[in-house]
């Protein structure tokens, strides 16, 4: 399984952004995908994760900002983003958790600045 994160750029604050994560490969059902973060010094975080059913699960500090989706049908994962802060800077993967394998992306890098 290989994951293509794609989206990431610099937006001002309280700008938004689309993450898109397309899989490719053999990919069984029951899986999830997810969306983590991390800035030099700091461990990944989850921003946001989705199983396959569609049930969703968000950080505290990206709730009522930020929306995850799935396109089970194009193996795509989007994460959409807004009312951007400064501390959302970071580089963004994106996970897909598959029979007990977890297989990542390559990262995006976020920068929220004016």
């Known amino acids: 399984v290989q994951l293509q994160a794609s989206g990431g750029g610099l937006v001002q604050p309280g700008g938004s952004l689309r993450l898109s994560c397309a899989a490719s490969?053999?990919?069984?059902?029951?899986?999830?995908m997810g969306w983590y973060r991390q800035t030099p010094g700091q461990q990944r975080e989850l921003v946001a994760d989705?199983?396959?059913?569609?049930?969703?699960n968000y950080a505290d500090s990206v709730k009522g900002r930020s929306t995850i989706a799935r396109d089970n049908a194009k193996s795509t994962m989007y994460l959409q983003m807004s009312n951007l802060k400064p501390e959302d800077t970071a580089v963004y993967y994106c996970?897909?958790?598959?029979?007990?394998?977890?297989?990542w992306g390559q990262g995006t890098l976020v920068t929220v600045s004016s």
């Open positions: 996970k897909l958790s598959n029979r007990g394998i977890d297989f």
């Open positions: 490969g053999k990919i069984f059902g029951g899986n999830v």
């Open positions: 989705i199983l396959n059913n569609g049930a969703t």
